[in-house]
C-alpha cells in the first residue's frame, strides 16, 4: 500500500479530473495577481457553486428503524408500497437544492442497485420481484428535474464476511467502479468516516479493527473513482476534494476556512479550518431535516421548521461551505407531507430574498484599483470571473458603493474570486445613514461566500467593504445587498400518542448525580452533566414514564455542543419494569459512532414491551473526558 499524501497526489495529476486551467480566464489576465495559498481545483470550483444538495437516506433502516444495521437483516425487508422518485426530487427542488445524494449502500452492506457481487441486494426483495433498481429510478427522476445525481457508497460493511480482510477491498472496489460506470455522470461520491465495528460479518457476529488509511489505501481508491469520474468531488478522507464539517448539526465554524493542513483529518480543525495550510480541503456541512437520518414516524413532529433551516443555511451557505440536507423517504418510498411543505416554504423564502440584486444600479469606487481590467464596478455585474483588486502592495484598501435612493436592506453576500486562492484574512462590512458610518458586521473569511443577515433592515446612502487583514491584495467577485423574505410558517404535525414519547409527564426517581431532569427537557441545549463514569461507579438514572406504555426501544440525544472536557457516553445498560421493583433486562452495547456524529441514538428492545419505569447505567465516556453529558433522552413504539 503507498503512503501518498494529498499534496502528492495532485502534483502526480490523478485528482487533477479535468482539461481545464486550474485559473480561469480572469486569474490568466495581464497584469493578474498572483495566486495565494491553495487554490481549488476545477472540479472543487464547480462543486463550491452548488451551495446546497440533498442527503436521501433509503435502505433496509428505513424498514427495520435502525440508524445503523448490523447487516444480518434479510433482504425481504425492503419492500416500498409506493416508491415515487420524481416526488422526492421535486421537493428537494421545491426547497432550493441543486442536487440528490443517495446512500447506495450503508453500514449494513444492503445495495440498492442490481449487483451481482453479492446476494444482499435489491435482486433478493421484494421490490419489483427482484427486478428493481433505487440506484437508477432515483437517477433517472434526478436529471428529469434538472437537478445533479451523486452517491454514497459506505465503506464499512457489517454483512461481508471478508470486511477487514483483503479480499473484502477489492470487492468494495469493485462496488465503486459499478456505482461509477452505470448511473452517468456524479457530482459526489460520498465515502462515510464510520468504518470498522461490531457486525454479522456473514454470520461470524464479531468486531473487527481496522486501520483506515492503510486498508483502504485511500490514495488509490480516490483515484478509482477519478478515473471513471473526474468531475465527481470525493468526500472525505484525506486525498478527498471535500472534508467534513465535524458535526451533523449543519452547523460551519465562524469563520470556516477552505485550507486544512496535509495530514490526516482532525475533527477539531475540520470546524473551522485552518488559515494558509497547504491543502484546499472546503467544508461540506451535513444535517438531518429531521432527528435521525432514517425516516422514522415517531420523529414525524421532529422535523425542522423552515425558520430553523434558514439558520442552517446562515450557518452553512453563508460561511462559504455547501450545505447537504438529508431528507429521508418513509416506507412507502416518499418524503412525508409535512416534511414537502417545510421544503417548500423554506425554498420560496430563499428564492424571494435572493431574487433581486439592490446592488446592481449602484456606483462602485475604491481607494485603490490594480487596472481597468479590475475595476471596484466588476463586483457588481454578476460575473464570477471577474473581480476589483488592487496593487500587490495594497492589502487593506476600501470599495465603496454609492446606492441609488431609498435601498433598504438586510442580507449582504461578499465573495472572493477563489482561483487566486483566500486572500482576505479579516474585513469590515458599513452602512452611511443619515451622514454617519456605522460598523454593520466584521469577520475573519470570505471565501466563497460570506452571507450577513443583519439584525433589522437598514437603508443607507452608501455601503463600504473594508479590509481589514490581508497577506496580499484582494479579489473580490461579488458584493450584493437583497431584502430577505421570511418563510411562511408550517405548522407541525399532531403527534400521535403510539409513536413518540418524549420527556413530557416523565420524573426521575433516582439518579446516581444531581441535575437529572435536563434529559427530560426535550432541549439539547441543556445537559445532565455529572463526573466521568467508570465500571466500578457507573452513572445510573431511573426514570417513571407516568403510566405503562408499549414500547419498542428508546433514545438518547448527546450534548450537541459539548464542552471540552464532557463526553456522551460510550455504552449503556437498559432495564424495564412495569412496577418499579421487578426488572427486566432489555439490552446492552455501545452507541455507534455516537462522539463524532453527536446524532441522537436509537436503540431498539430485542422485541417490544410493555414498561412504566427504565433503568439506564452507563460505564464509561466515549471518549476520554472529565466528565459524561447526556441532553435528552426519550421513547418510541414500533
Known amino acids: 500500500m503507498t503512503d501518498l499524501s494529498r499534496r502528492s497526489l495532485i502534483a502526480s495529476g490523478m485528482a487533477t479530473g479535468m482539461a481545464a486551467s486550474l485559473a480561469g480566464p480572469a486569474a490568466a489576465a495581464a497584469g493578474a495577481p498572483r495566486p495565494w495559498g491553495a487554490t481549488p481545483s476545477p472540479r472543487q ?30 433482504p425481504a425487508l425492503f419492500n416500498p408500497t409506493d416508491f415515487d422518485p420524481d416526488q422526492i426530487v421535486a421537493a428537494a427542488k421545491a426547497g432550493g437544492l441543486t442536487g440528490i445524494i443517495l446512500t447506495a449502500k450503508h453500514h449494513d452492506g444492503f445495495c440498492l442497485w442490481p449487483t451481482m457481487l453479492t446476494e444482499h441486494c435489491i435482486r433478493n426483495s421484494p421490490y419489483k420481484n427482484g427486478k428493481g433498481d433505487v440506484v437508477g429510478e432515483m437517477e433517472r427522476a434526478t436529471r428529469r428535474a434538472g437537478l445533479s445525481f451523486g452517491l454514497y457508497l459506505s465503506p464499512w460493511d457489517r454483512n461481508h464476511a471478508d470486511y477487514g480482510r483483503p479480499a473484502y477491498v477489492d470487492y468494495f472496489r469493485k462496488q465503486i467502479v459499478e456505482l461509477c460506470t452505470r448511473y452517468g455522470k456524479l457530482f459526489e461520491f460520498w465515502f462515510d468516516g464510520a468504518n470498522g465495528g461490531d457486525g454479522y460479518y456473514g454470520g461470524a457476529r464479531e468486531t473487527r479493527k481496522i486501520d483506515a488509511p492503510r486498508y483502504y489505501d485511500w490514495p488509490r481508491t480516490i483515484a478509482l473513482v477519478h478515473r471513471y469520474q473526474p468531475d465527481a468531488c470525493t468526500f472525505d478522507p484525506l486525498g478527498a476534494d471535500i472534508r467534513w464539517v465535524g458535526n451533523e448539526n449543519g452547523v460551519a465554524g465562524d469563520p470556516c476556512w477552505p485550507t486544512m493542513p496535509d495530514h490526516p483529518y482532525v475533527q477539531a480543525e475540520g470546524n473551522s479550518g485552518v488559515r494558509g495550510a497547504a491543502l484546499w480541503w472546503p467544508a461540506e456541512t451535513d444535517v438531518s431535516i429531521r432527528p435521525g437520518w432514517f425516516y422514522h414516524a415517531d420523529e414525524d413532529a421532529k422535523v425542522k421548521s423552515p425558520e430553523r433551516l434558514v439558520t442552517l443555511f446562515d450557518e452553512s451557505v453563508g460561511r462559504g461551505t455547501n450545505l447537504n440536507l438529508n431528507l429521508p423517504p418513509d416506507r412507502r418510498g416518499q418524503l412525508a407531507e409535512h416534511d414537502v411543505a417545510v421544503l417548500k416554504s423554506f425554498g420560496d423564502a430563499q428564492r424571494a430574498s435572493f431574487a433581486t440584486d439592490l446592488a446592481r444600479d449602484a456606483v462602485a469606487s475604491a481607494s485603490h484599483v490594480r487596472g481597468p481590467a479590475f475595476a471596484p464596478a466588476n463586483v457588481l455585474d454578476g460575473r464570477d470571473d471577474r473581480y476589483w483588486s488592487t496593487p500587490d502592495g495594497v492589502t487593506t484598501p476600501t470599495l465603496t458603493l454609492d446606492l441609488p435612493p431609498n435601498r433598504s436592506f438586510d442580507l449582504i453576500r461578499l465573495r472572493e474570486y477563489l482561483p487566486l486562492g483566500v486572500r482576505v484574512t479579516r474585513f469590515a462590512v458599513e452602512a452611511e445613514t443619515d451622514g454617519r458610518w456605522q460598523r454593520l458586521a466584521e469577520h475573519e473569511c470570505i471565501g466563497a461566500q460570506r452571507i450577513i443577515r443583519l439584525p433589522r433592515p437598514v437603508t443607507a446612502r452608501r455601503l463600504r467593504v473594508m479590509v481589514l487583514e490581508a497577506p496580499v491584495c484582494p479579489a473580490i467577485s461579488e458584493v450584493a445587498l437583497f431584502r430577505a423574505v421570511a418563510p411562511v410558517p408550517v405548522a407541525p404535525p399532531a403527534t400521535r400518542e403510539d409513536q413518540l414519547l418524549t420527556g413530557q409527564g416523565w420524573t426521575v426517581v433516582a439518579a446516581s448525580a444531581p441535575g437529572a431532569a435536563a434529559v427530560l427537557d426535550n432541549d439539547v441545549a441543556t445537559a445532565w452533566t455529572l463526573p466521568a463514569p467508570t465500571t466500578a461507579a457507573p452513572a445510573t438514572l431511573t426514570l417513571d414514564l407516568g403510566q405503562p406504555r408499549d414500547l419498542a426501544g428508546f433514545s438518547l440525544t448527546p450534548q450537541r455542543n459539548p464542552s471540552p472536557d464532557a ?20 439490552g446492552e452495547g455501545e452507541f455507534p459512532n455516537i462522539a463524532y456524529a453527536l446524532a441522537t441514538q436509537r436503540i431498539p428492545f430485542p422485541a417490544p414491551r410493555r414498561l412504566r419505569y427504565l433503568r439506564f447505567a452507563f460505564t464509561a465516556t466515549a471518549v476520554p473526558a472529565a466528565k459524561l453529558a447526556i441532553a435528552d433522552i426519550g421513547a418510541f413504539a414500533g
Request: aromatic share 16%; no cysteine.
Open 45 to 74: 470550483l464547480l462543486w463550491h457553486k452548488r451551495q446546497q444538495y440533498a442527503f436521501v437516506h433509503f435502505s433496509i433502516n428505513t424498514f427495520t428503524g435502525r440508524e445503523w444495521g448490523m447487516g444480518d437483516e434479510s
Open 567 to 586: 463526553a456522551p457516553p460510550r455504552n449503556y445498560r437498559v432495564e424495564t419494569s412495569l412496577d418499579g421493583k421487578a426488572w427486566t433486562a432489555a
